[in-house]
């Protein structure tokens, strides 16, 4: 069930709703965190700009190993529900597109298998850095955005029944599965 809030036209570029003055200090960070430390500031293709930042914290995020990425991205999925419903809040809007916090938990989803398999943790650097490490990641890049602008079933119908927090995290998180999914696909294509 959708809340009673409005949901911005995306096909229209949009100001970021600015942070009420009055917002408490934990009300700053969790709105920075909502907005992706800026990057789903500009006022077109927010979500798109919210998914390089992501990717660009993910990068050093995946150096720590899989575990610890993969314990990061499943504690970003959950406190995630509270930040992107509190920014909504303080928006005053339902799903801004402005709110990119999943954004940044769906494209660190479909990395987890590159996390797994793309690059060892003590060659890290060394690794990301190699050609066909940069083509996956485009390619992993480029899935989770089609998904989450597509949004085909059952990420369709979550966007447009499930309200609050959840509801903003969930297609999300169910585009970055789907993308990993066709991702490993590929990947396994390419190598075979």
């Given at each position: 069930m959708t809340d009673n809030l409005s949901k911005p036209d995306i096909s229209k570029a949009n100001d970021c709703p600015p942070l009420p003055v009055n917002a408490s200090a934990l009300d700053r960070i969790v709105y920075w965190l909502g907005i992706g430390l800026?990057?789903?500031?500009?006022?077109?293709?927010?979500?798109?700009?919210?998914?390089?930042?992501?990717?660009?914290?993910?990068?050093?995020?995946m150096s720590l190993g899989f575990v610890p990425f993969l314990i990061i991205t499943l504690l970003s999925c959950v406190i995630g529900v509270w930040i992107c419903g509190r920014t909504s809040e303080l928006?005053?809007?339902?799903?801004?597109?402005?709110?990119?916090?999943?954004?940044?938990?769906?494209?660190?989803?479909?990395?987890?298998?590159?996390?797994?398999?793309?690059?060892?943790s003590?060659?890290?650097w060394q690794d990301i850095s190699q050609t066909l490490s940069i083509i996956a990641i485009i390619i992993a890049f480029i899935l989770f955005r089609f998904f989450d602008i597509i949004k085909p079933?059952?990420?369709?119908?979550?966007d447009k029944k499930v309200?609050?927090?959840l509801g903003i995290m969930l297609d999300d998180i169910i585009a970055g599965i789907m993308a990993a999914a066709v991702w490993l696909?590929?990947?396994?294509g390419m190598l075979l």
């Open positions: 800026g990057s789903g500031l500009p006022r077109r293709a927010p979500g798109t700009w919210g998914t390089v930042g992501g990717l660009i914290v993910a990068i050093p995020l928006m005053q809007g339902h799903d801004d597109p402005h709110i990119v916090w999943d954004e940044w938990a769906g494209i660190w989803i479909t990395l987890l298998p590159f996390s797994y398999m793309g690059v060892s003590a060659n890290f079933p059952p990420i369709g119908w979550v309200a609050g927090g696909v590929v990947i396994l």
